[in-house]
T-cell receptor, first 116, second 112 residues
């Protein structure tokens, strides 16, 4: 139990569906992240939110749309995805602040997404 | 072009022996390095870190060594235990960009 909860744990969707991934942290952190992990590849940072404001968008396609309504919750809205988007999507949180962002990240268990 | 490389996709070690996981980086601006451990169906968890002002950091059975001239770091686990079987990720960051840059991971298997 890391204090970061992701739902759903598994999601199968068609290319025309719209779905959302949810992340919630109970650690009092004020920075939240979305990462993508594809098999045998490095973790890819997608989005960073500091104090609810998006501070990083790593050239992620617009079919992925993040939302951060407060410091404890983070969503990733998905629409018209492609089969190559199938991956493990990991949410993480940490204390915000320039140097703190390089420190410990606390990850959720991930949402395994399969796009048919 | 990967800035952080873990060239061994997997490593098998006998229980009780030393496990050595390696990581190479190309960006000389990196000044902070971390190791994370990941079990199947779980997210990565922080294991140990090292700043570039040091060449060694130890925490129990885990020691990270940093060789800045070679742009190389390694994680030593002594003695290796069955619960150490996991995927280990190396990550790095630099002053100009506080994002973590990750390696692809090494799967460590501890044999009984």
């Amino acid at each position: 139990e890391t204090g970061v909860t992701q739902t759903p744990r598994h999601l199968v969707m068609g290319m025309t569906n719209k779905k959302s991934l949810k992340c919630e942290q109970h650690l009092g952190h004020n920075a939240m992240y979305w990462y993508k992990q594809s098999a045998k590849k490095p973790l890819e940072l997608m989005f960073v939110y500091n104090f609810k404001e998006q501070t990083e968008n790593n050239s992620v396609p617009s079919r992925f749309s993040p939302e951060c309504p407060n410091s404890s919750h983070l969503f990733l809205h998905l629409h018209t995805l492609q089969p190559e988007d199938s991956a493990l999507y990991l949410c993480a949180s940490s204390q915000a602040g320039a140097r703190a962002n390089t420190g410990e990240l606390f990850f959720g268990e991930g949402s395994r997404l399969t796009v048919l | 072009d990967q800035q952080v490389k873990q060239n061994s996709p997997s490593l098998s070690v006998q229980e009780g022996r030393i496990s050595i996981l390696n990581c190479d980086y190309t960006n000389s601006m990196f000044d902070y390095f971390l190791w994370y451990k990941k079990y199947p169906a779980e997210g990565p968890t922080f294991l140990i870190s090292i700043s570039s002002i040091k060449d060694k950091n130890e925490d129990g059975r885990f020691t990270v060594f940093l060789n800045k001239s070679a742009k190389h770091l390694s994680l030593h686990i002594v003695p290796s235990q069955p619960g150490d079987s996991a995927v280990y990720f190396c990550a790095a960051s630099g002053r100009s960009n506080y994002q973590l840059i990750w390696g692809a991971g090494t799967k460590l298997i501890i044999k009984p």
